[in-house]
């Protein structure tokens, strides 16, 4: 499974950014897409979550209300809209792809490159 991640940018806090991630190849083998991020100086860590054959969906504390995971199958693209943006946000966001488990938080088996997003104050 190959996955192209795009959307990132520089925007001011309390704007929007919508990121796409699109798969190719094996994707009939997906279970779950997921958006992680990495801060610089931090630990990458989990953002959200959708499960590709009927939609649930998880999110991070920090995200829960602000973000908004979805997907196209037909496209075999998902999307992670970010709302109400802070500082805090600011990170390469990498979407990645779980071909073992739905919804899980971790343990993902392919990646995407990253996107820079960045919230200025």
């Known amino acids: 499974v190959q996955l192209q991640a795009s959307g990132g940018g520089l925007v001011q806090a309390g704007g929007s950014l919508r990121l796409s991630c699109v798969a190719s190849g094996r994707t009939f083998s997906v279970y779950t897409m997921g958006w992680f991020r990495q801060a610089p100086g931090k630990e990458r860590e989990f953002v959200a979550a959708?499960?590709?054959?009927?939609?649930?969906?998880r999110y991070a504390d920090s995200v829960k209300g602000r973000f908004t995971m979805s997907e196209d199958n037909a496209k075999n693209r998902v999307y992670l809209q970010m709302n109400s943006l802070k500082p805090e946000d600011t990170a390469v966001y990498y979407c990645?792809?779980?071909?073992?488990?739905?919804?899980?938080?971790?343990?993902?088996?392919?990646w995407g490159q990253g996107t820079l997003v960045t919230v200025s104050s």
């Open positions: 990645a792809a779980d071909v073992k488990a739905r919804l899980a938080e971790y343990d993902y088996d392919y």
């Open positions: 959708i499960s590709w054959s009927d939609g649930g969906t």
